[in-house]
Nanobody, 123 residues
Framework: QVQLVESGGGSVEAGGSLRLSCVAS????????MVWFRQAPGKEREFVAA????????YAADSVKGRFFVSRDNVKNTVYLQMSSLKSEDTAVYYC????????????????WGQGTQVTVSS
């Protein structure tokens, strides 16, 4: 069974940092693009940041650009989201997802999803 398991969420003060992790199993990790989405209560799920297959092939939403950075370890089958300068607007459940569709940020192209991890930013 394919599983994506997020961890690292929690409660932090505005301006703080968190590092989220997502461990994948049951798939050939190197073949998948790994992407982070987030969803606040009552809001639509939105794209956050991605790292696909090429070294340095990353993309981030304007709302987090310069603050959030994605990395991945294809040996450990893990993708990370390093979040800095957190704002209250970043409060959401963060999901990692895996896709075989190259460079896609369309949720319809994502084959697998994690259960999510809560990030709460207070001030």
């Amino acid at each position: 069974q394919v599983q994506l398991v997020e961890s690292g969420g929690g409660s932090v003060e505005a301006g703080g940092s968190l590092r989220l992790s997502c461990v994948a199993s049951g798939l050939t990790f190197v073949n998948y693009g790994m992407v982070w989405f987030r969803q606040a209560p009552g809001k639509e799920r939105e794209f956050v940041a991605a790292m696909w297959w090429s070294v340095g092939s990353t993309y981030a939403a304007d709302s987090v650009k310069g603050r959030f950075f994605v990395s991945r370890d294809n040996v450990k089958n893990t993708v990370y989201l390093q979040m800095s300068s957190l704002k209250s607007e970043d409060t959401a459940v963060y999901y990692c997802a895996a896709t075989l569709a190259r460079y896609s940020t369309d949720i319809r192209d994502y084959n697998y999803w994690g259960q999510g991890t809560q990030v709460t930013v207070s001030s």
